[in-house]
């Protein structure tokens, strides 16, 4: 079980909006550490998206947007195309009395209808 | 352009060890912290373990502790985790990840292609 929690799939069709959520608790997101995205394509490494809850590292389409309000953030994915199908993990940091840890979402599988 | 590339992993009985490997090249590797990171079959990301760039401040996950042991080497550009008591649930494709100047709170910008442990008798 993740201490981040993401949906474990989402759908949308070509050139919709969809948007990933990542929920934590007030030893990680709430507590005001930054949640970074990953895209990970079949078979490949996962892939920076997000960084700092909002950023985009060079050359990510502006597509892809990230926000984070109290103990979550979420992922904004809009024209979606075929070649966004992929999972996504957040990440964050957790400060609990056994910590420090940096710690992942379940993951969440995008399928572009 | 910066290269991370792991090697090292293979197939071990439960109970034995293993020592991977991680060889970086295309970035000042003694700036920056470096982390492990595994993903099961079939599963999710997991942080495993992270190390700050002077060694001094290091990192690991629950399921490790007491039994994995990360370091690096700066002058060689390379990174390490030996594995010991290693289980069937240590069965993963084992990711070396770049982070930030600082261990913790910040992002992995740039990641191998992983090495597979295989846990099996």
């Known amino acids: 079980q993740s201490v981040l929690t993401q949906p474990p799939s989402v759908s949308g069709a070509p050139g919709q909006r969809v948007t990933i959520s990542c929920t934590g608790s007030?030893?990680?997101?709430?507590?005001?550490?930054?949640v970074h995205w990953y895209q990970q394509l079949p078979g490949t490494a996962p892939k920076l998206l997000i960084y700092?809850?909002?950023n985009r590292p060079s050359g990510v389409p502006d597509r892809f947007s990230g926000s984070k309000s109290g103990t979550s953030a979420s992922l904004a994915i809009t024209g979606l195309q075929a070649e966004d199908e992929a999972d996504y993990y957040c990440?964050?940091?957790?400060?609990?009395?056994?910590?420090?840890?940096?710690?992942f979402g379940g993951g969440t599988k995008l399928t572009v209808l | 352009e910066v290269q991370l590339v792991e090697s090292g992993g293979g197939l071990v009985q439960p109970g034995r060890s293993l020592r991977l490997s991680c060889a970086a090249s295309g970035f000042t590797f003694d700036d920056y912290a470096m982390h492990w990171v595994r993903q099961a079959p079939g599963k999710g990301l997991e942080w495993v373990s992270g190390?700050?760039?002077?060694?001094?401040?290091?990192g690991y996950a629950d399921s490790v502790k007491g039994r994995f042991t990360i370091s690096r080497d700066n002058a060689k550009n390379s990174l390490y985790l030996q594995m010991n008591s290693l289980r069937a649930e240590d069965t993963a494709l084992y990711y070396c990840?770049?982070?930030?100047?600082?261990?913790?709170?910040?992002?992995?910008?740039?990641w191998g292609q992983g090495t597979l442990v295989t846990v099996s008798s």
């Open positions: 190390i700050s760039w002077n060694s001094g401040s290091i």
């Open positions: 990440q964050s940091y957790d400060s609990s009395l056994s910590g420090p840890y940096v710690v």
């Open positions: 990840a770049k982070g930030g100047v600082q261990l913790w709170l910040t992002s992995f910008d740039y």
């Open positions: 007030s030893s990680n997101i709430g507590a005001g550490y930054d």
């Open positions: 700092g809850n909002s």
